[in-house]
């Protein structure tokens, strides 16, 4: 089974800008691009949500709350996919969770952290 591990989350102001890793283990590459990739978050009290994803085609879905902030991107060779966040607000503080969907398997990482504060 694929093993994702999440960095990069942490404290910062409001207006601040974070960006979170993901690499997938315990996976060749030739099957990397196989998987759907996204990032979901989940804050206190509140149901897990997608945040960003790529889709079947390649292209991207992101959620309208982070639109225009937030930017997903992937390196295949590393099998990593990333989560640009600027403008931070006090309203994205929640554990980002990085997904992989391959079929019917999701598999997820521990999370990380992101803490929006002054």
């Known amino acids: 089974q694929v093993q994702l591990v999440e960095s990069g989350g942490g404290l910062v102001q409001p207006g601040g800008s974070l960006r979170l890793s993901c690499t997938m283990s315990?996976?060749?590459?030739?099957?990397?691009?196989?998987?759907?990739m996204g990032w979901y978050r989940q804050a206190p009290g509140k149901q897990r949500e997608l945040v960003a994803t790529?889709?079947?085609?390649?292209?991207?879905n992101i959620a309208d709350a982070v639109k225009g902030r937030f930017t997903i991107s992937k390196n295949n060779s590393r099998k990593t996919i990333y989560l640009q966040m600027n403008n931070l607000k006090p309203e994205d503080t929640a554990v980002y969770y990085c997904?992989?969907?391959?079929?019917?398997?999701?598999?997820w990482g521990q999370g990380t952290q992101v803490t929006v504060s002054s």
């Open positions: 790529f889709t079947s085609d390649g292209s991207t």
């Open positions: 315990r996976a060749i590459l030739s099957t990397f691009w196989q998987y759907t």
């Open positions: 997904s992989g969907t391959i079929g019917e398997t999701t598999n």
